[in-house]
């Protein structure tokens, strides 16, 4: 553990408990990468497993080999002077190893789903997440996830609710810094989380039809992360662009050379 990560991890902690909300733009790459953080108003990069196994050509879903994910979110910690949280999935069936890794390269927050284990193994994988960091000799800050919204759609929404507050505050009672709840989220259950977790304790995804950012920190919402959204933005971009160029048309006059 390096000074430098030691004082990333620090900046990153200070940014999920300050007033304002923390907004990280997910990358999933080097050039990604370079290009957010000289973003004005960029703090923090947050990686997104689903886009970096769809840049090397793999499903998500813990698909990709660990030290191939370990490896990649590397090169994007390398490319940043900013603090780097990775998304690894559930830890690739050893999370406390899998941080130890990932704290290597450079690496000072994670995302880790539950995936609705029983919820003593998904306590028992979240606390794994933090001694670790403490071994390493980093406060590695923890965004831990229910997929209780992602994972209940067929169940009744009152229990839904009730599980991911559940597992919420047992993420935090074992040390994670913030519960990360991904998923469509209306108002009245936003409330009803930060309510049940915690006043800035509560992390979630924008996707489209999402409540604004404003409305969020508002209701008490530490984080916001976008997933794979940012990578099918740029993606659409593309597609759209190259359709354009193949029915004669010509590049656009405001493209910036960023690379």
């Known amino acids: 553990m390096t000074d430098t990560s030691s004082a990333k991890a620090t900046e990153l902690l200070r940014l999920h408990e300050a007033p304002e909300i923390l907004q990280v733009v997910n990358v999933w790459d080097a050039i990604t990468a370079k290009v957010i953080t000289d973003v004005p108003g960029t703090t923090a990069l947050a990686t997104a497993s689903h886009s970096i196994a769809a840049t090397l050509g793999y499903q998500d879903g813990e698909n990709i080999p660990v030290d191939e994910m370990i490896g990649f979110v590397g090169r994007i910690a390398a490319a ?28 000072v927050g994670a995302n880790i ?96 039809g999402s409540l604004p950012p404003a409305k969020l920190q508002e209701l008490g919402v530490a984080r916001i992360s976008y997933g794979p959204w940012t990578q099918r933005v740029a993606l659409t971009a593309l597609a759209d662009t190259a359709a354009k160029l193949l029915a004669g048309g010509q590049l656009p006059e405001d493209t910036r050379p960023l690379s």
């Open 80 to 107: 940043t002077h900013l603090p780097v949280s990775a998304d690894l999935e559930s830890g690739y069936g050893n999370p406390g190893e899998t941080i130890r890794k990932a704290i290597g390269v450079g690496i």
């Open 113 to 208: 789903e539950d995936q609705m284990r029983p919820l003593t193994d998904a306590v028992n994988q979240m606390a794994a997440v933090v001694h670790a960091g403490a071994a390493e000799g980093v406060g590695f800050v923890l965004n831990a996830r229910t997929d209780a919204f992602l994972k209940g759609k067929d169940r009744k929404p009152q229990d839904v609710l009730a599980d991911a507050i559940e597992r919420g505050k047992a993420f935090l009672d074992v040390g994670a810094t913030s519960v990360f709840v991904p998923g469509l989220l209306d108002e009245p259950t936003v409330t009803a989380l930060v309510e049940g977790i915690g006043w800035n304790k509560i992390s979630v995804i924008s996707v489209p």
